[in-house]
Nanobody, 124 residues
Framework: QVQLVESGGGLVQAGGSLRLSCAAS????????MGWFRQAPGKEREFVAR????????RYADSVQARFTISRDNAENTVYLQMNSLKPEDTAVYYC?????????????????WGQGTQVTVSS
């Protein structure tokens, strides 16, 4: 079992930045590829970013490419999402996920564990 706890969400003006963290516990963190997803009201959960077990392979949704950066610290059992140049359309609950595989998936159902989510609200 893996427990995931997100933090760092909040209210920010358009153009601002936030850094989300996801702390993992329960199993060997480096055995898991990690992902970030988001879900806006009335919409399906969508892929944001993913990172491989070692951190050497990353991928982003087109909508966040060049604005968001995913990283991980396997010594601290934490994955991060640095979000810059935020837009109102980035407003959503952000979830981190873990998949026991070398690569995380862009499909939510492929992941084994989820955090409870953290709210990000971007005002215009």
């Amino acid at each position: 079992q893996v427990q995931l706890v997100e933090s760092g969400g909040g209210l920010v003006q358009a153009g601002g930045s936030l850094r989300l963290s996801c702390a993992a516990s329960g199993r060997t963190f480096s055995d898991y590829a990690m992902g970030w997803f988001r879900q806006a009201p009335g919409k399906e959960r969508e892929f944001v970013a993913r990172i491989s077990r070692s951190g050497g392979n990353t991928r982003y949704a087109d909508s966040v490419q060049a604005r968001f950066t995913i990283s991980r610290d396997n010594a601290e059992n934490t994955v991060y999402l640095q979000m810059n140049s935020l837009k109102p359309e980035d407003t959503a609950v952000y979830y981190c996920s873990a998949r026991r595989s070398f690569l995380a998936s862009t499909i939510p159902n492929d992941h084994d564990y989820w955090g409870q989510g953290t709210q990000v609200t971007v005002s215009s």
